[in-house]
């Protein structure tokens, strides 16, 4: 088998469930009990805490553990709204291919009378500042933008974005879960004021993320119970996972510099292998992207079919995001770029890992090539389109 899906969710690390294990079966302790057995997982939760801060340039009061990115982009998103309303301040700035943890709860929000403006986003998947700048107004409370794309691993300008708000009575908060351990961040040096991460895209398990906060920003509750994060998040901490954690963030961020530019190498040969299949394009630009992520769409094809095919030659690759892979709506991501509909339902995500080897790079190409003939072959829509009752969208 060949994962090609690291961007919906990576292997657990072997560092990071040994890291786990003694919370499981011997520092098992309440860390909110006064006893010292439970302080003993007290203290493992500040460490790592402050091992969590450390890769991120923050301090260690500014964290706080969530259940992942989701949840904590529900709360920073919730915090700055509330925070502006009490100001008068009713306006929030995004784009239109967030996260959809980030857009259902703009939706919530505009029903409780916030307004919205959602960013154009360019062809090549990217955002500018001057964009944000010009839609900035005397009620606007909050950025939020993502570190990232999901889908098609564009990197948007966040430091320059950050820069650009500096000095404006604005909160910035961008969603980092597809960045964080793949790029290098400092939110104090790219002046980010919230920022949501996931253990699960970096090896770590599954079901606990972090929200970053700068000091001063008083978060609203979204979980209501005891007092524990320091009264910001109801519930006991889920130490095992937070130990996992901490040792996967440390790992990923400290291979940063040698694993990048083999990864990168790798994701440059499948574009262009993938390229040459006619009538199909990349997603986004090619170098302001992450290092591990492909997406291409191919004309005349279903995505769903496609990953279907590949499955059965041992692939496993995605045509969107995870949370949304159910559905079949063509992706909000590529209909912001501007893909149109008939083109958008037929794409391949395709996200590398430190495991990827260049055969199986290479595999990928020609599994790729394959199906890809083969559902052609087989659709009345490629049929149209090689006849000439229908116009091809992309250049062969």
Known sequence: MIYADNAATTKMSSAAIEAMLPYMSEVYGNPSSLYSFGQKAKEALEDARSRVAACIGCEAKEI??????SEADNQAIITAARLGALKGKKHIISTAFEHHAVLHTLD???????????????????????????????????????????????????????EALKDKDVLFH?????????????????????????????????????????????????????????GKRAGTENIP??????????????????????????????????????????????????????NFCFEGIEGESLLLLLDDKGI?????????????????????????HEVAHGSLRLSLGEDTTEEDIDYIISAVTDVVTYLRNM?????????????????E
């Open 64 to 69: 706080t553990f969530t259940s992942g990115g």
């Open 108 to 162: 919530k929000l505009k029903k409780e009378g916030f307004e919205v403006t959602l960013l154009d986003v360019h062809s090549d998947g990217l955002i500018t500042p001057s964009q944000v700048l010009g839609n900035l107004r005397e009620d606007t409370c909050l950025v939020t933008i993502m570190y990232a794309n999901n889908e098609i691993g564009t990197i948007e300008p966040i430091k320059e974005i950050g």
């Open 174 to 230: 961008t969603d980092a879960v597809q960045a964080a351990g793949h790029l290098k961040i400092n939110v104090k040096e790219q002046n980010i004021d919230m920022l949501s991460l996931s253990a699960h895209k970096f090896h770590g398990p599954k079901g606990i993320g972090v929200l970053y906060a700068r000091k001063g920003i008083k978060l609203e509750n979204i979980i209501s119970g005891g007092a524990q994060e320091r």
């Open 241 to 294: 996972a937070i130990m996992g954690m901490a040792k996967a963030l440390e790992d990923a961020v400290s291979g940063i510099e040698d694993n990048t530019p083999r990864i990168t190498a790798l994701r440059d040969r499948l574009i262009e292998g993938l390229d040459k299949i006619p009538y199909g394009e990349l997603n986004g630009s090619r170098t302001q992207r992450l290092p591990s992520n492909v």
């Open 316 to 340: 496993c690759a995605s045509s969107g995001s995870a949370c949304t892979s159910g559905s079949l709506d063509p992706s909000h991501v590529l209909l912001a770029i501007g893909r149109p």
């Open 379 to 395: 659709s009345p829509f490629w049929r149209d389109l090689t006849e000439g009752k229908r116009q091809h969208v992309f250049a």
